[in-house]
Nanobody
């Protein structure tokens, strides 16, 4: 099974920016969409943004709309999450995930995703 690996996390002050990357290695796998999720301290894992492979359609959680941008390299990988105007409430472990099911839209439900990276920590100080 292909493995996903995130990078680019770190410590940043409020108002700053980070760009996360998600790379795949190992056996090729088919997926319809990629997404970023996050899990903050004491919180449930939540959807952040998703991108559909076939047409680059994107979908965002309301909490990050206008501040975060999901994209992918022309070759397909990596998948990026550009995060601007970061806030302390964005502090979380960020995960990339792959959805193997072809859907009409992009799922924001974590259980629909089949393959997960290990996560990268993002900490935003006030």
């Amino acid at each position: 099974q292909a493995q996903l690996a995130e990078s680019g996390g770190g410590l940043v002050q409020a108002g700053g920016s980070l760009r996360l990357s998600c790379r795949a290695s190992g056996r090729f796998f088919s997926s319809s969409a990629m997404a970023w999720f996050r899990q903050g301290p004491g919180k449930e894992r939540e959807f952040v943004a998703g991108i559909r492979w076939r047409d680059d359609y994107t979908y965002y959680a309301d909490s990050v709309k206008g501040r975060f941008t999901i994209s992918r390299d022309n070759a397909g990988w990596p998948v990026y999450l550009q995060m601007n105007n970061l806030k302390p409430e964005d502090t979380a472990v960020y995960y990339c995930a792959a959805d193997a099911t072809f859907r009409a839209g992009i799922s924001d439900y974590f259980d629909d995703y089949d393959n997960w990276g290990q996560g990268t920590q993002v900490t935003v100080s006030s």
